[in-house]
């Protein structure tokens, strides 16, 4: 079984300054990584994923992850963020193989002027 | 544009009054997805479909069934919704396999009175 554990339920953060949002995962089998962001009262969109390759992956709206193996962690990032990244973020693990993903409890990013 | 359509958007039942969430899409994905998102909590997977093929979660009650007559659709159907049973429904699709996109429509949100 897999689970993903993301530590900040919420994460309030100025508007232009840089962001990280963290995620780490257990599985006992190779997963598939995702980020996927939520707008109020909409569905999931994704913003990255994770297959293999190169740990640094980069998104759409200017995110980028990077996939540590040792540390089963795949923190999201942005190095400048703006009021309209105001949402909240999933990260998901997929076994590989497998179609299905368990969602981590996500993590509100709060930007203020 | 290629989506995944939820209908309706809002739905409002009484409680043990049976009610169905419709889903369609037009990216000819073989899998289809419901999912279960209660106030700030992470999507649940109920269960899904691979092609014709059923595929429920242990945990997912009895109460709720789902039906795919045909590629395009795909319902979710609460036989005696409860008031628990409040809370976001998530239809997505994706090509088969671990490393495919999850493709979300905008949900539908169900108040049981």
């Known amino acids: 079984a897999q689970s993903v554990t993301q530590l900040d339920s919420q994460v309030p953060v100025f508007e232009e300054a840089p962001v990280e949002l963290r995620c780490n995962y257990s599985?006992?089998?190779?997963?598939?990584l995702f980020w996927y962001v939520q707008y109020p009262n909409q569905g999931l969109q994704l913003l990255l994923k994770?297959?293999?390759?190169?740990?640094l992956v980069k998104g759409i709206n200017g995110f980028e992850a990077e996939f540590n193996k040792s540390q089963t962690s795949f923190h999201l990032r942005k190095p400048s963020v703006h009021i309209s990244d105001t949402a909240e973020y999933f990260c998901a693990v997929s076994p590989s193989g497998y179609s299905t993903l368990t969602f981590g409890k996500g993590t509100m990013l709060l930007v203020s002027p | 544009d290629a989506m995944v359509i939820q209908n309706p958007r809002y739905q409002v039942t009484q409680f043990g009054k049976p009610v169905t969430l419709s889903c369609s899409q037009t990216l000819n994905h073989n899998v289809m997805y419901w999912y279960q998102q209660k106030s700030s909590q992470a999507p649940k997977l109920l269960f899904h479909?691979?092609?014709?093929?059923?595929?429920n979660e242990a945990d997912t009650p009895d109460n709720f069934q789902s039906r795919r007559p045909n590629t395009s659709f795909c319902f979710l159907d609460i036989r005696s919704p409860g008031l628990g049973d409040a809370a976001m429904y998530l239809c997505a699709t994706s090509r088969a396999g671990g490393q495919e996109t999850q493709y979300f429509g905008p949900g539908t949100r169900l108040l049981v009175l």
């Open positions: 599985s006992s089998v190779s997963v598939y």
């Open positions: 994770y297959l293999s390759g190169s740990t």
């Open positions: 479909y691979y092609d014709k093929d059923f595929n």
